[in-house]
T-cell receptor, first 116, second 115 residues
Framework: DGGITQSPKYLFRKEGQNVTLSCEQNLNHDAMYWYRQDPGQGLRLIYYSQIVNDFQKGDIAEGYSVSREKKESFPLTVTSAQKNPTAFYLC???????????????FGPGTRLLVL | GEDVEQSLFLSVREGDSSVINCTYTDSSSTYLYWYKQEPGAGLQLLTYIFSNMDMKQDQRLTVLLNKKDKHLSLRIADTQTGDSAIYFCAESIADSGAGSYQLTFGKGTKLSVIP
């Protein structure tokens, strides 16, 4: 069964704490993405990665960090510098191959982060 | 930044057709997408249309594209209560600096289906 998994479903963060959200895909996709969704808002891009060991900042990267050591995995760390982290976080992946770059993105089920 | 615009709410009766509208920003967008999000879930890809097409039909879903007006619509025929969800329009825009394409999303239209 191919797909994207995110864990945990719910995550609680204390003040001054870093937390890491997991995203794994077995679709053999090259590109992976992290989005933040706030109530009544669209999705805003945090970071994306086109290939292993490479990633770029999106529109709202401040207070977040990522790594891409494996093709299947793209974890997101919400650092203590992110002052308003409460949101729904969505991971996505796309094939991302060749010059035509069909960029259809497929999404995981999301992680809801809450601040205690 | 530029915005993809959608109306926030739509209410229809079960069995009627629903039409969700979207205005996008970039005339060079290659693909335009519709995603569905149910409460507490991720986004599910419904359909997409390539920019050289005017229409695409897939079972109960019909996508219409007016490139001149940069207007995209999603029609759901015979709307069911299970269609109640938030529908997002997205356009694919080239990120010239990174040599890649990114998706820009609207804020979503919440469709409520009245039994």
């Amino acid at each position: 069964d191919g797909g994207i998994t995110q864990s945990p479903k719910y995550l609680f963060r204390k003040e001054g704490q870093n937390v890491t959200l997991s995203c794994e895909q077995n679709l053999n996709h090259d590109a992976m993405y992290w989005y933040r969704q706030d109530p009544g808002q669209g999705l805003r891009l945090i970071y994306y990665s086109q290939i292993v060991n490479d990633f770029q900042k999106g529109d709202i990267a401040e207070g977040y960090s990522v790594s891409r050591e494996k093709k299947e995995s793209f974890p997101l760390t919400v650092t203590s510098a992110q002052k308003n982290p409460t949101a729904f976080y969505l991971c996505a992946s796309s094939i991302g191959d060749g010059p035509t770059r069909q960029e259809t993105q497929y999404f995981g089920p999301g992680t809801r982060l809450l601040v205690l | 930044g530029e915005d993809v615009e959608q109306s926030l709410f739509l209410s229809v009766r079960e069995g009627d057709s629903s039409v969700i509208n979207c205005t996008y920003t970039d005339s060079s967008s290659t693909y335009l997408y519709w995603y569905k999000q149910e409460p507490g879930a991720g986004l599910q890809l419904l359909t997409y249309i390539f920019s050289n097409m005017d229409m695409k039909q897939d079972q109960r879903l019909t996508v219409l594209l007016n490139k001149k007006d940069k207007h995209l619509s999603l029609r759901i025929a015979d709307t069911q209560t299970g269609d109640s969800a938030i529908y997002f329009c997205a356009e694919s825009i080239a990120d010239s600096g990174a040599g890649s394409y990114q998706l820009t999303f609207g804020k979503g239209t919440k469709l409520s289906v009245i039994p």
